[in-house]
C-alpha cells in the first residue's frame, strides 16, 4: 500500500520505518529541511536502538524515502498518517495547530480518494475536525454547491509505542486500535496491519481517541499509586519491591508500571495527563484522580530532593553527580525528564552538579547549562559528595563500586529508580537511600 507519514519525529520515523518492514511503499513528511536532508542520506536525528538499520535497509530497497512536501506525499499515497507534535499549551489543553496545518494543506492537494489518519495524540473530537477542516479546504472542483464529491474517510489510529523500545513495540503490539466511520476504512487498515497478525480493536473515531487518553492517563495513575505507597513504606519498615511483587502476581493488577521511583517525565505521560485533566473539565467533568496523579509525580521529586537534602545536611558548595540524564533508558529524549527538575531544584541551592549519560548529553547540554559533563560514570564520581542515580541504564547496573568509593568523597548514593537493589552498597561502605525501602 502507498502510506504517507507527516511528521517524522518519535512516532512518525518509526512509524514510517515499520510499515515499510511490513512491506508498504512508505514517504515520511517533515517541514524541518534539515531533518529531511540528513534522514535521506540515513542520518537518524533520534537515539533508538534498531532504527538506523532499518531505515538504511528500506532507503536503499527504495521501499522508504523522506520529502518536505505534503503535496507531493498525497498525491503519491491513498492513506496519510498525521504524526506531527501534539505539545501543551500554556493552560495544559493539547495545541492542535501543527494538526489543523496539516488537515488543510492535505485537503488543497488531494485528488483521489484519501484515507486520513490520526497518530497523534489528540483529544476526543479532534477527529470531526479534521474532518470539517478537511470539507473547507478542498479544492474548488470537488465541491457542488454545499456538497463534496470527493470520497474521504478521516480514522483515528492511536500509537501506544515506547520510546527506547518502540520498534518492538510497534511490530509486537498488544492490540491496534482503530477508530473508522466506514467499512472501507475498516478494510484499508485490515489489509495494512495484516502482517501484524494482532488484535484488533475496532471502533468509533471518538472511543479510539479516548481509549489512548485513557491508556496514559491509567498507566500515569498506577505510577502515582506505587510512589504512594513506597512513602508509606518508607515511614512503616515496609520494602515498596515487595509490595509491588506481591501486587502484582494478582494477573488483575499485574507487575509492570509499579516501579517506584523519582515520578515519570518524557513528553507523553506529563502532556498528555494535563490535557486529559483539561478535556474533562470542558466536558463538565472534574476529573480529581488525574490531578492528584499529578500531584503525586511533582511531590515524588521534591520528597527526593528533600531525603538529599536531609542526608547530605548543607547542600551549598556540595559536589553532586547525575547518573543519567535521559526521561528513561534506552533514549536521548530530555522532553520532561525529571532529572532536569531535579538539577534545577538542587542548583538553586548552590549545589555543584556532575553528570553523565550514555546517550542524552548532547540534548542536556541544550537545556542545562552550568553541569560538568563527563566521560564516564568514575569521572563523574571524582570527588563528589554524592551520587544520584536518575536514569536506570543497564550499563550502569555493575559499576565498580570498589573503585566509585576510592573516587568519591563522601559515600553517599541516593537511588531514585531503585536500579542497586540487590547490590549491598552497604557492605561496601556506603551509604544508600533507595525508594521506598522502608528505610528513613
Ligand atoms: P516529535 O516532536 O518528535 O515529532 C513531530 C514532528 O512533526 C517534528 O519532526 C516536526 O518537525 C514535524 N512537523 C510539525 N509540523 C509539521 C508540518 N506542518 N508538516 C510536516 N511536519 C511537521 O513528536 P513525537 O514524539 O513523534 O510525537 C508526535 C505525536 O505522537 C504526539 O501527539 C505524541 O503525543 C504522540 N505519541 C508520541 C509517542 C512517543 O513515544 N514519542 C508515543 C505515542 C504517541
Ligand atoms: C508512554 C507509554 O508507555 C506508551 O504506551 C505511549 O505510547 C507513550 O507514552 C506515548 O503516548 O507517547 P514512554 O513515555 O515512551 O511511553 O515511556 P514509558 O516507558 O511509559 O515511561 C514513561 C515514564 O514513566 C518514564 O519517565 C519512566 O521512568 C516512568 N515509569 C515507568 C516509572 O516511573 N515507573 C514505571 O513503573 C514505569
Request: proline share 3%; hydrophobic share 40%.
Amino acid at each position: 500500500m502507498d502510506i504517507a507519514i507527516i511528521g517524522s519525529g518519535y512516532v512518525g520515523l518509526v512509524t514510517g520505518v515499520c510499515l515499510a518492514h511490513i512491506g508498504h511503499r512508505v514517504i515520511c513528511v517533515d517541514n524541518n529541511q534539515e531533518k529531511i536532508k540528513r534522514l535521506r542520506q540515513a542520518k537518524i536525528p533520534i537515539y533508538e536502538p534498531g532504527l538506523d538499520e532499518l531505515v538504511k535497509k528500506y532507503l536503499k530497497s527504495k521501499r522508504l524515502s523522506f520529502s518536505t512536501s505534503i503535496k507531493e506525499a498525497t498525491r503519491k499515497a491513498t492513506v496519510i498518517f498525521i504524526a506531527v507534535g501534539t505539545p501543551a499549551r500554556q493552560n495544559g489543553e493539547a495545541d492542535l495547530t501543527y494538526v489543523e496545518n496539516v488537515a488543510r494543506e492535505i485537503a488543497l492537494n488531494m485528488d483521489s480518494y484519501k484515507l486520513i489518519v490520526e497518530k497523534s495524540t489528540v483529544p476526543a473530537e479532534t477527529g470531526k475536525r479534521i474532518e470539517r477542516t478537511i470539507k473547507l479546504n478542498l479544492s474548488k472542483k470537488f465541491r457542488k454547491g454545499n456538497k463534496i464529491t470527493l470520497d474521504f474517510d478521516v480514522a483515528s489510529n492511536p500509537e501506544f509505542l515506547r520510546e527506547g523500545s518502540a520498534i518492538h513495540d510497534f511490530m509486537h503490539p498488544d492490540r491496534v486500535v482503530i477508530g473508522v466511520e466506514s467499512k472501507k476504512a475498516e478494510q484499508i487498515f485490515r489489509e495494512i496491519y495484516k502482517p501484524l497478525k494482532t488484535h484488533m480493536i475496532v471502533t468509533n473515531i471518538s472511543s479510539a481517541e479516548l481509549i489512548k487518553h485513557a491508556s496514559n492517563s491509567f498507566l500515569a495513575t498506577k505510577i502515582s499509586f506505587i510512589n504512594s505507597i513506597a512513602q508509606i513504606c518508607d515511614h512503616v519498615g515496609a520494602d515498596v519491591l515487595k509490595v509491588a511483587e506481591g501486587m502484582g502476581f494478582d494477573k488483575r493488577i499485574g507487575r509492570q508500571f509499579l516501579d517506584a521511583g523519582i515520578g515519570y517525565g518524557g513528553s507523553c505521560f506529563p502532556k498528555d495527563v494535563e490535557a486529559f485533566i483539561r478535556l474533562s473539565e470542558k466536558s463538565g467533568y472534574h476529573f480529581s484522580l488525574l490531578n492528584e496523579v499529578r500531584n503525586v509525580n511533582e511531590c515524588q521529586r521534591i520528597s527526593f530532593v528533600k531525603l538529599i537534602e536531609d542526608k547530605l545536611w548543607i547542600i551549598k558548595g556540595k559536589k553532586i553527580g547525575i547518573l543519567g540524564l535521559a526521561f528513561k533508558p534506552n533514549t536521548d529524549d530530555m522532553r520532561n525528564a525529571p532529572s532536569i527538575d531535579l538539577i534545577n531544584m538542587l542548583q538553586n541551592e548552590g549545589a555543584l552538579i556532575k553528570a553523565y549519560d550514555p546517550k542524552a548529553m548532547p540534548n542536556t547540554k541544550k537545556c542545562l547549562t552550568k553541569v560538568t559533563y563527563c566521560k564516564d560514570p568514575y569521572e563523574l564520581a571524582k570527588g563528589c559528595d554524592c551520587l544520584l542515580l536518575v536514569t536506570e541504564w543497564d550499563e550502569f547496573k555493575d559499576l565498580d563500586f570498589k573503585m566509585i568509593r576510592r573516587l568519591m568523597k563522601q559515600p553517599l548514593v541516593f537511588d531514585g529508580r531503585n536500579l542497586y537493589h540487590d547490590k549491598n552498597l552497604k557492605e561496601l561502605g556506603f551509604e544508600y537511600y533507595g525508594i521506598g525501602r522502608g528505610q528513613i
